[in-house]
């Protein structure tokens, strides 16, 4: 079975205002997944950033590091927690997926240029068939190296480009169920 990884679902993730985010439905898309991934009793991983920046909504403690009440992680659910952008990167996940035999993720979740990108690059190099789901994934606007404020539309655009062909394979939720 492939894994469904759903990468950083939590509350302070909904703060930002909506204007400078794009894919405003990929939370329904992410919970249609998850509900699709259970009925299966496919493999799932919750992955929740814990910051080591004192006063970040994501600092252990705050209401932000709380994963959103839809998508809340059953108990039998793996939750994996991270400090850096990449969910591989000292947390075990690699392990915890070959001991089960995984040997392809879906990722879902934000941001699309952050810790998504991050996570299906590694997932990539170490193997894994890895793919990226475009609407169950978003990102925010950002000002570029050249001072130029980019759209959270052209910033996902750019980050699922990276991805695509080399690390990943980036598809639509109606194709999730039947990757790997």
Do not use: C
Not at 49 to 78: C, D, K, Y
Not at 80 to 86: H, L, M, Q
Not at 108 to 120: K, P
């Amino acid at each position: 079975m492939t894994a469904l990884l759903i990468i950083d679902m939590q509350v302070g993730m909904t703060w930002p205002e909506a204007s400078v985010r794009n894919n405003l439905g990929a939370e329904a898309v992410i919970a249609k997944l998850l509900k699709d991934w259970r009925a299966r009793h496919a493999p799932i991983v919750h992955v929740r950033h814990v910051s080591r920046v004192p006063g970040s909504p994501f600092w252990p403690g705050q209401p932000g590091v709380e994963f959103q009440p839809a998508l809340e992680p059953l108990p039998t659910e793996h939750v994996v927690e991270k400090n850096v952008p990449d969910a591989f990167i000292n947390t075990g996940l690699e392990p915890w997926l070959h001991a089960r035999g995984e040997s392809a993720v879906v990722i879902v979740g934000v941001s699309t240029n952050n810790s998504v990108e991050a996570t299906a690059r590694t997932a990539g190099n170490l193997g894994f068939k890895t793919y990226v789901v475009s609407d169950a994934t978003f990102t925010f606007s950002k000002i570029d190296f050249d001072g130029v404020m980019r759209t959270a539309k052209e910033v996902h655009a750019m980050s699922l480009a990276n991805l695509h062909g080399e690390y990943a394979t980036v598809i639509h939720s109606e194709q999730a169920t039947h990757a790997g």
